[in-house]
């Protein structure tokens, strides 16, 4: 009987982590003879994968479904000092953040610092889980975080330590929807996806077109100066807003395939160059109308700006709440930290006014979620030109109504990524 | 029996093969096998990374043979496999058109200048591959400096948008990326032809052209080969020089779409399956170069 509880507990164990399907679960308790008594219990797991399961069973989190993420340990207790000397490891994109920041904050704690960087989030995700790295903190975004919960590769998060987030940070992201109560992260920056573009190049008058997606499909003047980011979500999510189709974490073949289909319409369109450098290229002109993230054109303004070009040439256009990609980055502590203290600490500096606001406009360009950065407000000091305050986000951009792109099934995933192969192959 | 010096161990001059063949098991092979596990394998629930299937009992073939089906007419990768192969074989075609007259110069006529115009082939070397064709980026932008030559001389005054999706630019790249790894093994090759064999041809009443062409041309062939066969592997591969001097998905590479799949998301056995059959259409080519060297060497061996 033992070896039939074990082979029950190893079949259900291998459905909730997703190795095998509910269908192959079925199956294997039938041959152990647990098939019928077992089947209220494997229904509710089938309402859950209805649901939308994501690794480890945690459900996949979207604005309008907030998921708890499970502690797999306690956090440290309150009240402990910091740890001090040793390295302190920054894992990160590259010229994510600001080396003076981190350089500062090891000077705070009397640690060495240094900044590990990755090019793209499957390999932060890839060399954590490898331990080819060994992090202190680490960027993460909430589409990776169930991943990341589900493979102890981050660990829970103390409040205490982290007093500026609620302090410091919009309200509307104290408890988002992807780590309710911010058990495990704290956010770090927030963009847009919307449209860049030269009004010097671009006469159309893009906000006040009925359909300001479908400029890429009339873009046949600009042809060979336009671009789309080069990611299978927004490349197809582009396509999918331009017919009106909101749904942008969807799993329906035919609603990429459709997405595919307008996508790969553009090619004799406009030719458009599939990248992320649009930071670049838009300043400096080689690129007219470009998809674009809110924080690259801003980030652009502020350090590929030819001398003798002035930024309002640039224009930026994001859609109203719900009707456009809305994304942010976070931080989380690495599991493998032996400084989880500090790495509280950091969790706590990177959320600090001054800090967050010189990353922001001394550095990278994207905009940190603190109450003390307003639109308004940059543009009065000058810090953006008046006709890029549309890519500056408020508090009121996060709710339920928000659309964000997050995890997806793997067999949502594979959809998507096959479907993008296909567009980028130019057949 | 082979003959051996009586001072040495007989081992001694296989040991020489060793740091080689060390080498070949841990940089080729074990990698190789790798990405083999990698197309019959799986991936992690959890993590979405690659699961090798080591154990060839473990193999689950599906992906290879979905993979293999698109190359197919009409398939997934039918088009970029096309395009890549037109690619690669005007890139090379254009390379041995401009290589072999250097290659040729330089071992038959360059005397005091050889170790200088070496020194230049081998120049481009000193710079990046990355960096080059990013200098390629500014010279063609189109603002750049060959675009306002052009339309100052006259030569072409709208002159075409280089950097937008033009497969020209992408061909050209390929080209002035490449030609140097062919130019170099091909001047050995030329180098290593008995020149008293061109004396003879002309003795007995060749023509110059006569003896090129009955005589050095076809001796060097197995140094053509080579040197295609050395730009031709890696050029079948590559995804940076379309990403960097077009970006436009109408002249994506094969090497794109392996960069695609590998580079993250839950399907790197479709990465793997696409490097799998692209070796194998490259294992083709070289193996009609080691049959022709092979011959070769037999022809003379014989004579």
């Known amino acids: 009987m033992q070896n039939h509880d074990a082979g029950v507990s190893g079949i259900l164990e291998a459905l909730r982590t997703g190795r095998i399907s509910r269908r192959q679960a079925f199956k294997a308790l039938a041959a152990v003879g647990f098939g019928g008594a077992l089947a209220p219990a494997l229904s509710r797991l089938a309402a859950a994968e209805d649901a939308l399961m994501g690794p480890g069973g945690i459900p996949l989190a979207r604005p309008d479904k907030p998921v708890t993420l499970p502690l797999w340990e306690d956090p440290i207790k309150s009240g402990m000092e910091p740890e001090t000397d040793g390295t302190f490891t920054v894992f990160n994109y590259a010229d994510y953040i600001d080396k003076a920041l981190v350089d500062e904050f090891g000077k705070q704690h009397k640690v060495k610092t240094q900044i590990t960087t990755f090019d793209s989030m499957d390999q932060c995700i890839t060399r954590l889980a490898t331990h ?6 680490t960027n993460i ?15 829970p998060v103390n409040p205490d330590y982290v007093p500026n987030l609620k302090k410091n940070v919009w309200p509307s992201l104290h408890s988002p929807f992807y780590d309710q109560e911010s058990r495990y992260t704290v956010p770090y920056t927030v963009y847009t996806t919307g449209i860049g573009w030269r009004n010097d190049k671009v006469k159309e008058d893009i906000p006040n077109l009925s359909n300001p997606w479908s400029i890429f499909w009339n873009s046949q003047a600009y042809k060979g100066y336009v671009g789309v980011l080069d990611d299978s979500r927004e490349a197809l999510v582009l396509a999918m807003l331009y017919r009106g189709n909101y749904d942008i974490n969807t799993e329906d073949p035919a609603a990429i395939d459709k997405a595919l289909e307008d996508l790969k319409a553009l090619i004799p369109i406009c030719n458009p160059k599939v990248n992320i450098t649009e930071y670049q290229t838009l300043p400096e002109g080689t690129s007219w109308l470009h998809q674009c993230w809110s924080g690259d054109l801003l980030g652009g303004v502020f350090s590929y700006m030819p001398e003798d070009t002035d930024p309002s040439v640039l224009s ?5 709440i719900g009707k456009g990609p809305i994304q942010n980055d976070c931080w989380a502590i690495s599991a493998t930290t032996k400084k989880p203290v500090l790495a509280h600490m950091w969790l706590n500096y990177i959320v600090d006014n001054t800090v967050a606001t010189d990353n922001f406009l001394n550095f990278n360009g994207y905009q940190p979620p603190m109450n003390s950065i307003t639109p308004e407000q940059l543009v009065a000091q000058g810090r953006i030109p008046a006709n890029l305050k549309t890519a500056v986000m408020t508090a009121a951009d996060f709710g339920p109504g928000a659309l964000q792109e997050m995890t997806l099934t793997p067999k949502g995933q594979a959809l998507w990524q096959s479907a993008y192969a296909k567009f980028v192959s130019g057949a | 029996m082979r003959e051996h010096s009586g001072i040495y161990p007989r081992w001694l001059w296989q040991a020489f093969a060793l740091p080689g063949v060390v080498w070949l098991i841990l940089l080729f092979l074990v990698p190789f096998y790798a990405v083999i596990g990698v197309a019959f394998g799986g991936v992690d629930p959890i993590f979405m990374i690659p699961v090798p299937a080591w154990n060839p009992l473990d193999w689950n073939a599906e992906s290879v043979i979905r993979t293999l089906l698109g190359f197919l007419p009409g398939g997934d990768y039918w088009v970029v496999f096309l395009r890549t192969t037109v690619y690669v074989a005007l890139a090379l075609a254009i390379c041995l058109l401009v290589g072999y007259p250097v290659a040729y110069y330089i071992s038959r006529h360059a005397r ?7 020194a230049l082939l081998v120049l481009p070397f000193w710079v990046s591959y990355l960096m080059r064709m990013l200098a390629w980026v500014n010279l063609f932008a189109p603002g750049g400096y060959v675009n306002d030559f052009l339309a100052w001389s006259h030569i072409l005054p709208d002159p075409p948008d280089w950097l937008n999706g033009n497969p020209v630019s992408v061909i050209l790249a390929l080209v002035y990326g490449y030609i140097p790894y062919l130019i170099l093994p091909l001047l050995a090759a030329l180098d290593r032809i008995d020149k008293s064999l061109l004396e003879a041809a002309r003795d007995l009443g060749a023509s110059p052209s006569s003896a090129f062409l009955h005589v050095t041309l076809p001796l060097s062939m197995t ?3 080579g040197a295609s066969v050395i730009i031709a592997l890696p050029m079948f591969g590559d995804y940076y020089t379309p990403n960097i001097i077009s970006g436009s998905p109408t002249t994506s590479m094969l090497g794109n779409q392996i960069d695609l799949f590998f580079h993250g998301g839950p399907q790197p056995s479709i990465g793997a399956s696409l490097t799998l059959i692209l070796s194998l259409f490259l294992a083709v080519l070289m193996t009609y170069y080691m049959y022709s060297v092979a011959r070769a060497t037999r022809e003379v061996r014989d004579e």
């Open chain 1, 316 to 320: 930026y256009w994001s859609a109203p």
């Open chain 2, 223 to 225: 140094g053509v080969l």
């Open chain 1, 132 to 137: 080819a790295v060994r992090a202190d903190v």
């Open chain 1, 141 to 155: 975004t909430p589409d990776r975080l169930a991943q990341a919960v589900a493979g102890k590769l981050i660990k």
């Open chain 2, 112 to 118: 005091r200048t050889k170790s200088v115009l070496l």
